[in-house]
């Protein structure tokens, strides 16, 4: 036997505030009613349902303009995460999702939950690596986390990437040119042993 309610504001996935909407005796029951998220439907409540739609539209359009408002504040920041790490890089366990809300919420002074965050993979290694915080299911913010090891400058990580460019053409024509030059003192050795 089903319910019929009233709801007095918006609950994600379910009905937004005004609508009325028949729900499972238990769902209004133990989570709905106690939680004040909506009323039974009596007579005097369908009345009050169209005041609530309006309400509820209101809100939803300040929550809206709030989230691209702080979606502006997110979008393009370094989030430096810091991580205690072996001496190749590799992470004692992995960066999380609630690690990386709680660094942005210290970053901004207001509360960032961890669903909001998405990763491409778990990070286990130091590194730079891009993620999105999607504050609604129309705005989203793309931040770049800086996973460094602790005690270490989290600067010298995004440094680093340009130098080892820079080094590695440098290292890879150095390379063939001392090669041959050992090959060549070998056998020459060799001949001397030879000939004693």
């Known amino acids: 036997m089903a319910v019929k309610v009233v709801f007095l504001q918006d609950v994600p996935g379910v009905a937004h ?10 769902f209004a029951r133990n989570y709905l009613i106690p939680q004040k998220l ?3 439907a009596t007579a005097e409540a369908l009345k009050r349902s169209e005041r609530l739609k309006k309400q509820a539209e209101v809100g939803r359009l300040k929550r809206l303009e ?30 999380t999702t609630m690690q990386v809300a709680e660094t942005l ?18 990070i286990r290694q130091v590194g730079v690596y891009p993620a999105k915080v999607r504050l609604h299911p129309e705005i989203e913010a793309s931040v770049t986390l800086i996973v460094y090891p602790a005690g270490t400058d989290p600067m010298a990580l995004l440094a680093k990437p340009e130098e080892t460019k820079a080094e590695a053409p440098a290292a890879a024509a150095a390379a063939p040119a001392e ?8 056998p020459a050795g060799e001949e001397k042993t030879t000939g004693q």
């Open 179 to 186: 090669a041959p030059a050992e090959a060549a003192a070998e």
């Open 105 to 122: 919420s210290k970053m901004i002074g207001r509360e960032v939950d961890k669903r909001t965050v998405q990763m491409a993979d778990a």
């Open 38 to 40: 909506a009323i039974p």
């Open 66 to 95: 709030d989230m691209k408002a702080l979606a502006q504040a997110l979008d393009g920041q370094q989030v430096k995460v810091e991580a205690r790490a072996g001496a190749a890089g590799r992470l004692y366990g992995s960066v």
């Open 17 to 26: 505030g005004g609508d009325i909407k028949t729900v499972k005796p238990g």
